[in-house]
């Protein structure tokens, strides 16, 4: 009896899309994320915002997408023929079979390596405490005089004396020249940052450059400027390149601008807001010296008024009318007495009058005195022959007595 045949195999036929679907995940998972340079080239930018565009060498390319909400973040504009480097995740496209690049970042090339680096000085300058907000220094509300350090030629220096100029000319500006780009810079600009500190012929310092590349700005991602900075006793605005641009000066500085402008408006106040703030406090001194004046006049005539109470001449003419007062009460007190006293003194004198020996001696009568002036009341109060006196009504006269 024969064996009978083996069944053939099940076949798992793959429909092209399931391929190309697995195609993508072996890709995504397989392969990390890389970084990459080439020449741009078909660069592309739908109505829908995001980037298409082919990456080439001598002898290969690749084609690229990238995203909107990626390709915002990108400082640089794309365009054909540029060399650039790109981090992206290998992908690809199911619709057309496509090997693809997803694109997260994109720069000019030669900027890696400088990003790198200026990504590891970052990290460990923060590591190290030098870019922390307890070291920043405030800035002078109104600086006697402003520094510059920056090139003594270039476009920043004409905008900051400008805006100078605008907001508060009054401020004189000392320029520490130094170049801005090339070998030898970054030391350079240290240096003026250290003679700046030393001479204290400002009261901040103002370090700017204009726009340019990573390449272009790096003298102010130098480690020894940076240390600069922060060892200067003056306090650092940074107003380095575009408001994109970020430096390692600018996390070093006491204040960053976002750019030379910006950091000349910050250094100054407004002249017009300052002037209306003059008037405004111009206006509560005028307010408050007219209190203090007006409590002022209510107190001097208060001590007018009691010194005027206190004085002698108030004192003496107040005593004065008490006296005549007095007087008067005096007058009428006095006038009242004696209009009492003669009441009495009359009726005395009447009461006088009746008893009086001048009255008995009116109707005749006599009053007969010894020599020694005593009353003769009786004859035997005499001797015969002794000399008396004969008082009468109308005078007196002397007798002898001749009998008894």
Known sequence: MSPSPTPAPRRDVYTVSRLNREARLLLE?????VWIEGEL????????????????????????????????????????????VVRARVSLYEARGEY????????????????????????????????????????????RRIGVVTSP???????????????????????????????????????????AGERRDADVLILARGGGSLEDLWAFNEEVVARAIRACPIPVVSGVGHEVDFTIADFAADVRAPTPSGAAELVVPDRAEWLR???????????????????ARERLQWLVRRLELAHPRTRLAARAQRLDELEQRLG??????????????????????????LATLERGYSIVTTRDGAVVRAARDVEVGADVEVRTAAGGFGARVTRR
């Open 29 to 33: 998972q397989g392969l990390p994320g």
């Open 41 to 84: 080239s078909n660069f592309a930018r739908p109505s829908s915002g995001h980037w298409y565009f082919t990456l080439k060498d001598e002898t290969a390319q690749v084609r690229c997408a990238m995203f909107r909400n990626a390709n915002l973040r990108v400082r640089v504009q794309p365009r054909d023929g540029m060399q650039v």
């Open 100 to 143: 693809q690049l997803i694109a997260e970042h994109l720069e000019e090339a030669g900027e890696g390596a400088l990003r790198r680096r200026f990504d590891e000085l970052k990290a460990r300058l923060q590591a190290e405490g030098l870019f922390e907000a307890a070291l920043k220094r405030p800035l002078p509300a109104l600086p």
């Open 153 to 195: 030629t270039g476009a920043a220096i004409r905008d900051i004396v400008h805006v100078l100029g605008r907001r508060f000319p009054a401020v004189p500006v000392i320029v520490y020249p130094v170049p801005v780009q090339g070998a030898g810079a970054g030391r350079e600009i240290a240096a003026a940052l250290a003679l």
């Open 277 to 295: 703030a003059l008037g405004a406090a111009r206006e509560r001194l005028a307010r408050a010296f007219g209190r203090v004046g007006a409590l």
């Open 332 to 357: 009428r007190a006095v006038r009242r007495e004696l209009a009492a006293a003669r009441s009495r003194l009359g009726a005395a004198a009447r009461t006088l009058n009746a008893v009086s020996p």
